[in-house]
């Protein structure tokens, strides 16, 4: 008898699962190659719920106007709006306050904007930061933009071959230089789900005033979240995979922390008062949001933190780990595949290649079956050349994704395997 999602789900968590999630997005109305999509990329980006387009839609139609600026109704509104969704995050990840809420573009920024204001205050030539081998280079480039300036080390915690991080290197990189450890939570490629809140005790056991920050790009989609719990100092999140619309992204920050943070852009609204002699600015969060933010896709974040949390994170997980189980049991079916990352536990991200084919070869044939994997490096170059592969194909879940699009995928990969074996 064959297993069906259910049988895992409601095993896993008890917790019932509407079968309509999918109505909920407009996407799944439409065809691609003349086939009923199916989406199998949301590690990449996110499809967008009814809702999040309603909520955009409706604030640009109904009271569009600046934040923080009209002294007037609709700008009111939308301030009130826009500032409402600092509450909700901050509700979302068990931040302590909403004043260590920042809004960004995305994750890229976030990450900018701890290395160009925390980091360039305080490091300097000698000091350390600490990596890991699976990061997106979101979270390797801008430190090497500040490492040319500024001359500190990249130490880098190595990755085992089944896709765990080598934590027993770990002690042995830590010393009295270093002054980071900036690693990610769930890996794009690997799916590799990191113990944050051990290896964050690791390193404030060694030295309390090592700032840690937790790329959580991967992670907050998949489950449930708290940041005082982790005990970081830093984490992002991009709205964009979080069923959000692209444009907003979000930097938790512990206020004690941000508050000894220079700013990093100047401009409006960041300003307690600006003269030729000398600017103050404001406290954070807003010290580090200069000029007129993003601030409907802003409303649309937080509409989809109201839709996620109205389905239940738990909820979340347990439909999403069933669908995987089926999805990496699809997978099985097929000789000559090597998954990249299997250790238990995975967030639901299947990167793979196949002896019988090249990645992009594979990728144009499930294209032409309706099906959406990515395929290549994944922003992650330096993890792709530790397991020696070029490109790999990846299939990652939302929860949307149901035992219809397994079926589609496995039946696209047949019929891969028929024409490029
Ligand atoms: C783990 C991780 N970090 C950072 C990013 C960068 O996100 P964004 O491009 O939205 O800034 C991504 C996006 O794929 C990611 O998967």
Redesign the pocket.
């Known amino acids: 008898m064959r297993t069906m999602i259910k049988d895992i789900k409601d095993g896993a968590s008890g917790t019932p699962w509407h079968e309509t999630v999918k109505d909920d997005f407009p996407i799944f109305g439409a065809a691609m190659n003349n086939r009923p999509v199916v989406y199998l990329d949301s ?3 996110a499809q967008k719920p009814r809702a999040v387009i309603a909520a955009m839609s409706g604030a640009m139609e109904h009271y569009y106007a600046n934040i923080h600026r009209g002294l007037y109704a609709f700008s009111q509104q939308m301030t009130a709006e826009f500032e409402a969704v600092r509450g909700k995050l901050a509700a979302f990840i068990n931040a302590a306050s909403d004043k260590e809420i920042i809004f960004t ?7 900018n904007l701890v290395v160009n204001s925390w980091g360039r205050a305080n490091l300097k030539v000698g000091d350390e930061i600490i990596l890991t081998a699976m ?5 390797i480039v801008p430190w090497q933009i500040l490492q040319k300036e500024l001359g500190f080390a990249i130490r880098v915690i190595p990755v085992l071959d089944d896709g765990w991080l080598d934590l027993a290197a770990l002690p042995n990189l830590l010393c009295e230089r270093t002054k980071m450890l900036a690693f ?5 490629v690997l799916g590799t789900v990191n113990p944050a809140a051990q290896m964050i005790r690791t390193v404030k056991a060694f030295n309390p005033a090592i700032m840690t920050l937790v ?1 959580a ?2 992670s907050a989609v998949h489950g449930t979240l708290d940041v005082q719990a982790l005990g970081c100092d830093f984490l ?1 999140m ?1 709205g ?2 979080l069923y959000g619309p ?1 444009g907003a ?1 979000v930097l938790y920050g512990r206020y004690d922390v941000l508050d000894k943070m220079p700013p990093w852009m100047g401009g409006g609204d960041m300003i307690v008062s600006v003269d030729f002699a000398g600017t103050t600015f404001q406290d954070p969060p807003h010290r580090f949001e200069a000029g007129t933010p993003s601030f409907i896709d802003v409303i649309g974040l937080g509409a989809a933190i109201d839709y996620m949390t109205g389905i239940g994170m738990d909820a979340v997980k347990a439909r999403e780990d069933g669908v995987f189980t089926l999805l990496s049991a699809a997978l099985a079916d097929f000789d000559g595949i090597t998954v990249m990352g299997t250790t238990a536990g995975k967030a639901p991200v299947l990167s793979f290649t196949a002896d019988w084919a090249h990645a992009s070869d594979l990728n144009m044939i499930l294209d032409q079956c309706g099906v959406c994997v990515r395929t290549g490096k ?2 992650a170059e330096p993890l792709m050349k530790r397991f020696g592969v070029e490109a790999s194909i990846r299939a990652s879940l939302g929860l949307y994704n149901d035992e219809n699009d397994v079926d589609r995928f496995a039946e696209a990969m047949r019929k891969a395997r028929k024409m490029l074996a």
């Open positions: 590690a990449s980006s573009r995305n994750t890229t920024e976030a990450i990061e997106h280079h979101a979270n990610v939570h769930v890996s794009n790329d790009s991967q992002c991009t964009h995979k692209t992204g994944h922003c």
